[in-house]
């Protein structure tokens, strides 16, 4: 089992990034792959970004492609999303996850074990 602590959310205005970061404890971290997701109110919960175990795989949604990055460094147990050129549309709460199977690492349902979100809010 693993436990998944989200941190690095705030209020910055369109134009400006973000790095959030997501902690893991329990199970050995480099067992998993990681994922990202968000949802803003009143929609469905979405994929942003997903990395391979050993990070060399990597896929994104195509809202964000170009704009964010997502990194890990399994010697810390962390995984990482840089988000540049923050737009309005991204607000959100945002969620790691991991998947301790196989799988495409865009499906929410692949993942078995998520954090509690922090909050991104990006004003115009």
Known sequence: QVQLQESGGGLVQAGDSLRLSCA???????????????????????????????????????????????????????????????????TAVYYCAANEGVGSLSAPIEY???GQGTQVTVSS
Request: proline share 3%.
């Open 24 to 90: 893991a404890s329990g199970r050995t971290f480099s067992t998993y792959n990681m994922g990202w997701f968000r949802q803003a109110p009143g929609k469905e919960r979405e994929f942003v970004g997903g990395i391979s175990r050993n990070g060399i795989i990597t896929r994104y949604a195509d809202s964000v492609k170009g704009r964010f990055t997502i990194s890990r460094v399994n010697a810390k147990n962390t995984v990482y999303l840089q988000m540049n050129s923050l737009k309005p549309e991204d």
């Open 112 to 114: 078995g074990y998520w």
